[in-house]
C-alpha cells in the first residue's frame, strides 16, 4: 500500500507532535527552526539536523575517549558536555540538553558515582 503526500505529511505532524508532547524531546526552538526553513533553503532544517547528528556523534567519541583516561579528564569531559548542551538547546533537542544538563554536576565533583542511575 502506498500514501499519498497528503497521509505522508499527516503521518510526520502526528510523529512532530509525539516528540514534542508525549515524548519530550523535542521543545519551540525545533519548531522556530521550521520557521526559518522556506522555499529559498527547503533543506534547511535537515542540514541543520545533520550537522548536529554530526556534532553529537564527535561529541560523544571525545568525552568517551576522556573518560578512558587514568585519571578521568573531567575538565574537558564537562567542556564538551557543556557544548553539547549548547548546540542540543538550539536545535530543540530538550532531552539531550537535560541530560547534558544532569551529567555536568558530576564532572564537577570528578564523581561519575550514580550517573548511569541518572
Known amino acids: ?68 583516561q587514568v585519571p578521568a579528564d573531567f575538565k574537558q569531559i564537562d567542556a564538551y558536555a557543556h557544548q553539547y548542551k549548547g548546540s542540543s538547546a538550539s536545535v530543540g533537542a530538550a532531552r539531550v540538553k537535560s541530560v547534558c544538563a544532569n551529567f555536568r554536576p558530576f564532572c564537577e565533583t570528578k564523581n561519575l558515582d550514580g550517573w548511569s542511575s541518572q
Do not use: W, Y
Open 1 to 68: 500500500m502506498t500514501m499519498d503526500v497528503n497521509q505522508l505529511r499527516a503521518k510526520l505532524c502526528e510523529h512532530q507532535s509525539a516528540m514534542f508532547h508525549q515524548k519530550g524531546f523535542l521543545d519551540d526552538q525545533f519548531s522556530q527552526l521550521q520557521n526559518l526553513q522556506d522555499e529559498s533553503t527547503p533543506d534547511f532544517v535537515l542540514e541543520v539536523v545533520t550537522m548536529f547528528f554530526d556534532d553529537s556523534e564527535n561529541l560523544i567519541k571525545n568525552m568517551a575517549r576522556c573518560l578512558e
